[in-house]
């Protein structure tokens, strides 16, 4: 249970971690050009998501390390 919700923790702040990284990027783009172009709109609709995944197992893998460590004092 404790892996699921470091995991759901993880995914929670990768989240919010992408929201307000590509929120930022949409807003450098549409001030220097007024327009986000095909390209850029898929990285910026699929950006949160992303970090949301990688923000899990990253969770994951950091609470199994940290949880390995206390375990070979």
Known sequence: MRT?????LG????LAVGFALFSELVGR???ADG?????????????????AVVGGVLAVVLDNKLRRRREDR
């Open 11 to 14: 995914v929670f702040a990768g």
């Open 35 to 51: 327009v986000v172009e095909t390209p850029w709109a898929f990285v910026i609709g699929f950006g949160p998501q992303l970090t």
């Open 4 to 8: 699921l919700g470091v995991a759901v």
């Open 29 to 31: 783009l549409v001030a």
